[in-house]
Nanobody, 115 residues
Framework: QVQFVESGGGLVQAGGSLRLSCAASGTTFSANAIGWYRQAPEKQRELVASISVSGITNYADSVKGRFTISRDNAKKTLYLQMNTLKPEDAAVYYC?????????WGQGTQVTVSS
């Protein structure tokens, strides 16, 4: 059973930083591209960043230069370092395969950014 468990969210002031983690289980983690996604209230879920099997990264334009995605295959863990946070970054953040699979969405972790 594939499972992704996100953590590390919280309340931060604008300009601050957070590091999100996503622990994977039941999957051959190293053999798959993985992504961070987010969903703000009344908005569709969107891809924030992805990382390929070989470590190639891609970012949404809105987070380029501020967010960094990384993976530790030995720990089966995905990370998202978020710097210079803005109020518009507030959302529930999820990890999933890239492209995503509907059945593998977890609970996500809430990020709140105060202005």
């Amino acid at each position: 059973q594939v499972q992704f468990v996100e953590s590390g969210g919280g309340l931060v002031q604008a300009g601050g930083s957070l590091r999100l983690s996503c622990a994977a289980s039941g999957t051959t983690f190293s053999a798959n591209a993985i992504g961070w996604y987010r969903q703000a209230p009344e908005k569709q879920r969107e891809l924030v960043a992805s990382i390929s099997v070989s470590g190639i990264t891609n970012y949404a334009d809105s987070v380029k230069g501020r967010f960094t995605i990384s993976r530790d295959n030995a720990k089966k863990t995905l990370y998202l370092q978020m710097n210079t946070l803005k109020p518009e970054d507030a959302a529930v953040y999820y990890c999933n395969y890239y492209p995503s699979y509907r059945q593998y969405w977890g609970q996500g972790t809430q990020v709140t950014v105060s202005s």
